[in-house]
């Protein structure tokens, strides 16, 4: 099992979400950065469990995990044998704007 690897705007969005929720309340940042890594593990064990994003170029066999009492998600796309997170997006904000950072999967 290869770990997966975050782009820098990916874990630059889950730092700023996991300080907005901490600045919520004490301590509720650091369960959403384990509800992250427990939703990436899976993503790692088992990496098919995701609902496949079907406006996306099927190359990269983007999926979605969503998180457990989060709305935010996981988007992975695969590279080769490499996983990579392509964003950690919130349910209702801004869809696709994940979609300029799949250059960067091919570079």
């Given at each position: 099992?290869?770990?997966?690897?975050?782009?820098?705007?990916?874990?630059?969005?889950?730092?700023?979400?996991?300080?907005?929720?901490?600045?919520?309340?004490?301590?509720?940042?650091?369960?959403?950065?384990?509800?992250?890594?427990?939703?990436?593990?899976?993503?790692?064990?088992?990496?098919?469990?995701?609902?496949?994003?079907?406006?996306?170029?099927?190359?990269?066999?983007?999926?979605?995990?969503n998180?457990?009492?989060?709305?935010?998600?996981?988007?992975?796309g695969?590279?080769?044998?490499?996983?990579v997170v392509?964003?950690?997006?919130?349910?209702?904000r801004?869809?696709?704007?994940?979609?300029?950072?799949?250059?960067?999967?091919?570079?």
């Amino acid at each position: 099992m290869t770990p997966l690897r975050f782009l820098p705007e990916a874990t630059a969005e889950a730092r700023e979400a996991a300080a907005w929720y901490e600045e919520r309340r004490v301590g509720l940042g650091d369960e959403f950065i384990t509800a992250l890594m427990d939703r990436a593990r899976k993503a790692e064990a088992v990496p098919g469990a995701g609902r496949l994003e079907q406006d996306a170029p099927e190359r990269f066999e983007l999926r979605w995990y969503n998180l457990k009492r989060f709305p935010y998600a996981l988007l992975v796309g695969s590279v080769g044998e490499e996983r990579v997170v392509v964003a950690v997006a919130h349910g209702r904000r801004r869809p696709g704007y994940w979609r300029h950072r799949l250059v960067k999967l091919e570079s």
